[in-house]
């Protein structure tokens, strides 16, 4: 039985940054993590449908953000909304009317707070399809950002957004999405960028 990855991260005394609390990030497969803050709101971001070949997601949540309508990103989309357990409350990076990815500053509870940055899902061999909205939030004074479906290195406006990111999630596979080169360069397009998960 394949079990979750988790990684308590001790990220204190950050240069510049003072102290900060103990933040534990989970690993769940494909593109979806648990973050959660000692007493703090469990945050899953893009849990995968039924179409990955994972076991169902075995945690709780109370909130849940999705960076694109895709099934292995979002189950919801598809009518799977039990793949997450719990009652919690869903936020989509786009517009479910328009389509358009809802750029900008968001407040989703009083705990959390997000920026969503339009990327391209397209990458450079022709992979994929349509723009992503990448989540940069902050966690115990812990920037994180999860870029989703990416599919090409970041433009100027997009590295101004996420220019303070410290712990990051970045696809890397290729076929739809960063090849291993080119999620290098976007690391180091990021300078503060301390920690990174690769997924996908």
């Known amino acids: 039985m394949r079990t979750a990855v988790v990684l308590a991260l001790a990220l204190l005394m950050w240069t510049g940054f003072g102290v900060a609390g103990d933040v534990t990030v989970t690993y769940y497969g494909h593109s979806c993590f648990m973050i959660q803050a000692e007493g703090g709101p469990a945050i899953m971001i893009d849990p995968y449908g039924s179409y990955v070949p994972y076991p169902g997601l075995p945690a709780e949540a109370d909130i849940v953000l999705i960076t694109h309508p895709h099934i292995d990103h979002c189950p919801p ?52 399809e349509g723009r992503v909205g990448v989540f940069r939030f902050e966690i115990d004074d812990i920037v994180f950002a999860h870029l989703g479906d990416l599919g090409k290195i970041l433009e100027g406006p997009q590295m101004a957004a996420l220019s303070d990111v410290e712990v990051l999630f970045v696809p890397v596979g290729r076929q739809f999405t960063l090849d291993a080169a080119e999620a290098m360069t976007v690391i180091a397009q990021l300078p503060d960028v301390r920690v990174v998960f690769p997924m996908h």
């Open 77 to 128: 989309c598809y009518g799977e909304y039990g793949r997450v357990q719990g009652e919690p409350g869903i936020f989509l990076a786009w517009d479910l009317n328009t389509g358009e990815v809802k750029e900008g500053d968001w407040k989703i509870t009083d705990e959390l707070s997000v920026r969503i940055v339009e990327v391209s899902r397209v990458n450079a061999r022709g992979g994929g």
